[in-house]
């Protein structure tokens, strides 16, 4: 049998060994027999030799002016669509979604590469009036330094380009920790970096687990920002420790997402909707429709047409250009799923009306493959109805009113994505006000978000930062006031001005 490649950190601009001499092998979760690589199981040690390469680095980088800064990002850009394919491809055998999906995943990369590229035009502050004569007032954005970034296995390009791209446009030097799931992807994307002459020490990788490699990023002194993406469970277990340190910290976090269907709405349209929100990336996004409030009126029909439909998605390997659900990521991940319709199946009242369980003959036995499933007669309070399940299971909630179903909506610790299927203007207007998310689309589908507009959400779902959009750049900057007094005597603000 072949020796599989073996993949190494990259730190300073080269590709180096872990000091831990391990590794972990990166398997494909729709063919187990499909081996990708071995990757570093870094330690401590290597995060410090990262983060000492990233200092030094950013003596320098900080002082490239902005737009050249903003060149390189749009040169990895460039060399991302060159790469698109090649990349995609490898983004489906080793974190499994299906390959249209991973072609949008590298497609957000490459967007995020081309909106910073403009930034670094930007990157605006402000110009005020002083209130004293002879003196100017303005405000600049400054790097903060060295950036970690530790990220999910969902996204294995877009969520570590919509960090990287923004920090390094800012002048910032970085540290990535992928997930130990797909680490493939990021080696690639370091490739990228590496041959658009991105300066040496400016993006460093290092592989390995969260507990060994993330937390070392989170304790080391010289990292200055955290951005995580993630479960709330690690999430909360970051924000202490960076509250301690004093550490700036991001976080994006889980979501449970519903799609409301009123008695108006183009039921086509929203069944579409809901179905691509629900099992695209097999349920395994933080956007994923995890609940479908539906008007009483409409319940029967949408239901059948969801059934129907849900039954007949081709699942299988995403590099299959006609599969339309891929496996989970891993073995755990299913297990997870599994136990969640276990529990929905005994909860009370609900209908379990589709799905039910593993693929498992045929090539189905050489991954994680589940079927779409579908629950019917959930109640709110429920567990489906409540927990983040992260897998191809939707819980169909029954609503009489607008008003029950934005109150069933908002009824979750979480506020991340929202949807809402209506042709009534009224209607729109009072969802886009009253639903608590970060995200509310009006008859679309709960994902699909652009790199233009912010993406996050409220409540659990994180603390109150965004990625994408002009405002990630408040996280990777700090506002600088600055005056200048041109009178050529002690002029004081709030006396001299009071007479
Ligand atoms: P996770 O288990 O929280 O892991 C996320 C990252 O944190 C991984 O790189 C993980 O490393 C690392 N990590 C684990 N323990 C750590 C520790 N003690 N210290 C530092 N880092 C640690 O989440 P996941 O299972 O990869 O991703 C799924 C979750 O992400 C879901 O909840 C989903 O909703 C959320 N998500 C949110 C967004 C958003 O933008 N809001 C987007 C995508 C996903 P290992 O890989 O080694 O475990």
């Known amino acids: 049998m072949a020796k599989a490649k073996r993949y190494l950190n990259f730190i300073g601009g080269k590709w180096v060994e872990p000091a831990t001499g391990k590794y972990t092998e990166n398997r494909n979760p729709a063919d187990n027999d499909d081996l990708i690589g071995e990757f570093p199981a870094s330690g401590g040690e290597d995060v410090d030799k990262a983060v000492q390469s990233a200092k030094k680095a950013f003596n320098d980088w900080r002082l490239v002016p902005a737009p050249k800064r903003g060149e390189l990002v749009k040169r990895v850009g460039d060399i991302l669509v060159r790469r698109k394919e090649e990349i995609s491809q490898v983004m489906t055998r080793e974190m499994g979604k299906i390959i249209k999906e991973t072609r949008g995943d590298t497609q957000e990369g ?158 086509e349209l929203a069944v579409e909707g809901a179905l691509w929100g629900a099992f695209g990336t097999t349920g395994q996004r ?30 299988g390997n995403g590099l299959d250009e006609r599969v339309e659900v891929g496996p989970m990521v891993c073995e755990d991940q299913r297990r997870t799923v599994l136990e969640y319709i ?74 991340l994505s929202s949807s809402i299927y209506t042709r009534d203007v009224n209607r729109a207007f009072q969802a886009i006000r009253d639903i608590e998310a970060g995200i509310t689309y009006i008859n679309g589908p709960t994902i699909g978000a652009e790199v233009q507009l912010p993406f996050g959400g409220v409540k659990n779902t994180g603390n109150g930062h965004r990625e994408a959009g002009t405002v990630v750049y408040d996280f990777y900057t700090e506002w600088k006031s600055v005056y200048v007094d041109f009178s050529g005597r002690l002029q004081k603000a709030q006396i001299d001005t009071a007479e």
Not at 299 to 308: D, F, K
């Open 342 to 415: 276990r529990i929905g199946k005994e909860e009370d009242k609900a209908e379990l009306v589709t799905g039910r369980g593993t693929l498992t003959e045929g090539d189905y036995a050489k991954g994680y493959f589940l079927k779409p499933t579908i629950f019917d007669r959930v109640q709110p309070g429920m567990r489906i109805a409540q927990e983040e399940i992260f897998g191809p299971v939707l819980a169909v909630i029954t609503i009489k009113s607008l008003e029950e179903a934005i109150e069933v909506l908002n009824d979750t610790e979480y506020g």
């Open 286 to 315: 933080c956007t994923a429709t995890s609940r479908l409030i539906v008007h009483e009126k409409v319940h029967h029909e949408v239901l059948a047409m969801m059934v129907e439909r849900a039954k007949n998605l081709k699942v």
């Open 110 to 267: 490459i967007d995020t590469a081309y909106y910073s590229a403009g930034e670094g035009r930007r990157l605006f502050g402000q110009t005020v009036p002083a209130e004293l004569p002879n003196k100017f007032a303005m405000s600049v954005r400054q790097p903060v330094g060295v950036c970690g970034m530790i990220t999910p296995w969902n996204f294995p390009i877009a969520i570590p380009t919509w960090k990287l791209f923004p920090a390094i446009l800012c002048g910032n030097t970085c540290v990535i920790k992928p997930a130990t799931l797909t680490p493939a992807s990021v080696a690639l994307l370091m490739e990228v970096f590496q041959e658009a002459g991105l300066p040496d020490g400016v993006v460093n990788l290092v592989c390995g687990s969260g507990g060994e490699v993330g937390n070392a990023m989170v304790g080391h002194p010289d990292i200055n920002r955290i951005s995580f993406t993630g479960s709330v469970e690690i999430g909360r277990k970051l924000a202490e420790k960076c509250g301690a340190n004093m550490k700036r910290l991001s976080l994006e976090l889980g979501g449970k997402n519903a799609e409301i269907i009123m008695d108006d709405a183009d039921l």
